[in-house]
T-cell receptor, first 119, second 118 residues
Framework: AQKVTQAQTEISVVEKEDVTLDCVYETRDTTYYLFWYKQPPSGELVFLIRRNSFDEQNEISGRYSWNFQKSTSSFNFTITASQVVDSAVYFCALSGAPTYNTNAGKSTFGDGTTLTVKP | SAVISQKPSRDICQRGTSLTIQCQVDSQVTMMFWYRQQPGQSLTLIATANQGSEATYESGFVIDKFPISRPNLTFSTLTVSNMSPEDSSIYLC???????????????FGDGTRLSIL
């Protein structure tokens, strides 16, 4: 079975602070995908980033960066110089790779971390 | 990327009634997924809808409560039967993405159906 744990239920920071959202996962699949979604108050899911299990290279995109550590089964997300518009619920998720995996294409979501950035 | 249309976008229903949610994809896909997001909660997979066979339900979800149809490779429906206030949720349709790059979505989601049960 797949499992994603986001231990931080809520985080509150002041604008311009850096914030890291933690994500720990469990899976028995040898090939899998990890990803982050943002869900602002308007409700839509906004895709942020995807990492494949065979690629541990960290990713930076503007103020966002992701740290994938296979050894610790973690995929943490850092927002640098946070802004009020970053306030949202952030979901970490895990899915099986297509074909040959029982979890192919299915995603397991963490419970989400509600980030509030205060001006 | 796949474009997914869900209908209705929202509805308010009476207790004990049933509602069918439609999901239309602009391309043929083997698998379609139905998720539920209860208020303030995460997304939970209800079932996988495969064309030509019965849907596969996740633990805690049963066909009598959430019957699913998959008549072809671009369309699926989810029915929420005998609704109660606990069924008030957002229901989302999803299909697998293509590509394996960091910017390629593993899944594409519809905009969801916001369901409120009185």
């Amino acid at each position: 079975a797949q499992k994603v744990t986001q231990a931080q239920t809520e985080i509150s920071v002041v604008e311009k602070e850096d914030v890291t959202l933690d994500c720990v996962y469990e899976t028995r699949d040898t090939t899998y995908y990890l990803f982050w979604y943002k869900q602002p108050p308007s409700g839509e899911l906004v895709f942020l980033i995807r990492r494949n299990s065979f690629d541990e290279q960290n990713e930076i995109s503007g103020r966002y960066s992701w740290n994938f550590q296979k050894s610790t089964s973690s995929f943490n997300f850092t927002i640098t110089a946070s802004q009020v518009v970053d306030s949202a619920v952030y979901f970490c998720a895990l899915s099986g790779a297509p074909t040959y995996n029982t979890n192919a294409g299915k995603s397991t979501f963490g419970d989400g971390t509600t980030l509030t950035v205060k001006p | 990327s796949a474009v997914i249309s869900q209908k209705p976008s929202r509805d308010i229903c009476q207790r004990g009634t049933s509602l069918t949610i439609q999901c239309q994809v602009d391309s043929q896909v083997t698998m379609m997924f139905w998720y539920r997001q209860q208020p303030g909660q995460s997304l939970t997979l209800i079932a996988t809808a495969n064309q030509g066979s019965e849907a596969t339900y996740e633990s805690g979800f049963v066909i009598d409560k959430f019957p699913i149809s998959r008549p072809n490779l671009t369309f699926s429906t989810l029915t929420v039967s005998n609704m109660s206030p606990e069924d008030s949720s957002i229901y989302l349709c999803s299909v697998p993405g293509v590509g394996t790059g960091p910017s390629d979505q593993p899944q594409h989601f519809g905009d969801g159906t916001r369901l409120s049960i009185l």
